[in-house]
């Protein structure tokens, strides 16, 4: 059995279930017969960067990786908009107004903490049971409701140009679930009296995972050619380092693996990852000292 994270510096044009599927396809050239294997959220074609692919058990904890916060570094190009609102698309508004340094400076305050926005019509979104981009590229007009995320930090890493007009401009920003950067940078653009699109996109972290855990395509690629795998995935656990372990002993280990509750344990009410050494049992949720489980992990070396 084979569990854990596989963190891929996804390369540019590759789709996230491209990716997923060249982590199974070397996980069966290396011998690993079939496994399974998800993402923990998409990255566009042509987004670059951390793409974490949970394999075996891991892919329990998808959906934690889904709700994680995100971090972006983006250019904006300004003087057009264009209907993808990157530089896929075909060009639906032009202006000839460049923003100076100063203007940048006063705008970006207000697109940080909770913000409302509107995610661009090629989204993944559901619309009365198609995909959005699926409607928007047979022509159909797509009005999607504007939501509510959350902008933590949003850091100008373009040197300071004086007063004169700037062509475009490159930021990070720290993100709520749910935060479409595309939309982020048309809405930056126009509050500077202009627009613009995406250039560039690349995702430097998601959840606990960034840059110095991925590996490249290459180095997937690797594996189904003999490479070790344990030189490139990391163990499930990965994922809960911001989460307080919960040591279990045999009988203990025993019982939650069955799903029984544990009751009368003296902890704060939360959520914790319960071990049996150093190997996870499950997440249990603690609430007025009872401990339920809400995901079990199927882990052969759990004591039984």
Known sequence: MVNGWIILDKP?????????????????????GKVKVGHG???????????????????????R????????????????????????GKVIAESDRRPTWSEIE?????????IEQVPPAYSALMVDGARA???????EAVDLPAR?????????????????????????AHVSKGTYIRSLARDIARALGTV??????????????????AISLDNLNDVGKGAPLEHVILPLEAALVDIPALNLDPEQARAVRQGRVLAGLPLPDGLYQALSGTVPVALVEFAGGDARVVRGFNLSDVAE
């Open 106 to 114: 006063a705008v970006l305050p207000r697109f940080t903490g909770p």
């Open 148 to 172: 509510s995320v959350t902008v933590f930090s949003l850091t100008s890493v373009t040197a300071d140009q004086g007063e004169g007009a700037m062509s475009e401009l490159t930021l990070v």
């Open 12 to 32: 540019h044009g590759l789709g996230s279930t491209q990716a997923v599927a060249a982590v199974k396809r070397n996980l069966r050239q290396a011998g690993y």
């Open 133 to 139: 981009y699926d409607l928007a590229r047979a022509g």
């Open 41 to 63: 959220g998409t990255l566009d074609p042509l987004a670059t960067g951390v793409l974490p692919i949970a394999v075996g058990e891991a892919t329990k904890l998808a959906g």
């Open 65 to 88: 990786m889904l709700d994680a916060t995100k971090e972006y570094a983006f250019t904006v190009q300004f003087g057009r908009e264009t209907d993808t609102l990157d530089l896929e």
């Open 196 to 213: 613009g699109h995406v250039t560039m996109l690349r995702r430097l972290r998601a959840g606990p995972f960034d840059l110095g855990h």
